[in-house]
């Protein structure tokens, strides 16, 4: 067997397009495999880098790309095998194949996307996507990234080439540098990103919603520039924790438009918890700051996180309205009394 496998791992090198296809594609399958993934994990020195060079070199082989693709992701399930892709230039070989042949071959892009957020979730993974270190080109993978991201949004998830993208922006946003290149105004990328809240595609609702939670770990010192995206960003946290309700005439007069029109109708419920969580999480670090909780009270935010919290179940969830409750509680009514006349932040 190990002769066996060196050999066809070899065929990967062949100078013959059919021959190298047709190894890949077997290599591809040895991968849907635990068996066949150890037994490449445990020849990484000769199968990784044959894969990243079939990937590179493929051209018009639309199979032969494909299958080393595939096999690269499911390779880089393993984090330890994500490190030594990174090494080997993963992340640059897969931007540069995405742009090149990303509108030919969806497919493949598609691959390539789902590399990209495996290989984010090592630290030098996100380092390398980031750019980090290179001054003029830092930001610059991201920023496409996100522009095909919010260009691609599908109904059909079987369509949707770039859904898991919405991965990547959680996986990079855990690190400070991240949060930096996405919460930059100039950019405008957080921006963007807020507005892909309302997909239907659960996959990108939840990263969009993960991803504006981890960048409200930084708070203390964006406040002013989290608000400037409230028309955005309120609804984008707040929509998943209202309920089904319909919100009363009384009620909605003290809300912006975007919340307003939104809740004066009945909504299907956000099934899913961690979506739900992360939103209250969200908005406990903005009101955690004075101008987040004034902004909070002026969109009669506890308004809206009472009714939500009549519908609840979840244990976990209703501890998240609950904190924030209990950092109301007190402060709020100063708050209240000056803010509630229905204005902007």
């Known amino acids: 067997m190990a002769d066996e496998l060196d050999e066809l791992l070899g065929f990967l090198s062949s100078p013959q397009p059919n021959v190298r296809g047709a190894a890949a594609g077997i290599v591809r399958g040895l991968t849907g495999d635990a068996d066949g993934l ?20 493929a051209g018009g082989e639309l199979g032969t790309g494909g299958a080393a ?25 897969a931007m540069d194949v995405v742009a090149k042949r990303g509108g030919e071959q969806p ?64 996986n990079i946003s855990k690190v400070e540098a991240g949060r930096r290149i996405l919460m930059e105004p100039k950019r405008g990328l957080l921006k963007q990103i807020i507005r892909q809240s ?3 595609n659960q996959l990108r609702k939840k ?37 089904k309700k ?19 109708h009945e909504r299907e419920a956000v099934e899913n918890s961690e979506i739900r969580q992360q939103a209250l999480e969200a908005i406990y670090m903005i009101v955690l700051q004075d101008e987040g909780r004034r902004a909070f009270w002026s969109v009669n935010g506890p308004r809206i996180l009472q009714v939500g919290y009549e519908d609840e179940e979840d244990p976990k969830v209703m501890e998240a309205y609950e904190l924030i409750g209990s950092l109301l509680v007190g402060k709020g009514d100063d708050e209240q009394d000056q803010e509630q006349g229905g204005q902007k932040p």
């Not at 994990?41 to 990784?48: H, Q």
């Not at 693709?69 to 070989?93: C, H, I, K, P, T």
């Open 246 to 264: 319909i919100y009363s005439k009384e009620d909605r007069s003290k809300m912006p438009p975007e919340l307003a029109n939104a809740l004066s």
């Open 198 to 200: 309302d997909s239907t």
């Open 69 to 93: 693709a595939d096999s690269l992701v499911n390779l880089s399930q393993d984090g330890a095998l994500s490190a030594r892709l990174v090494s080997l230039g993963a992340v640059v070989a």
């Open 107 to 170: 497919g493949l892009a598609r691959s390539l996307v789902m590399l990209l957020a495996n290989l984010t979730q090592v630290d030098s993974g996100v380092a390398a996507l980031l750019q980090v270190g290179d001054e003029k080109m830092q930001g610059l993978y991201v920023a496409k990234l996100v522009r095909s991201f919010c260009r691609s949004s599908s109904e059909s998830e079987e369509e949707d080439i770039f859904e898991h993208v919405a991965s990547i922006l959680v």
């Open 38 to 57: 150890r037994a490449l994990s445990a020849r990484a020195d000769r199968a990784l880098p044959a894969l990243l060079r079939l990937l590179a070199s």
């Open 207 to 243: 990263g969009v919603v993960s991803t504006i939670r981890n960048c409200c770990f930084e708070a203390d010192t964006q406040i002013q520039n989290l608000l400037s995206l409230a028309e955005y960003i309120w609804p984008a946290l707040l929509l998943p924790v209202a309920g």
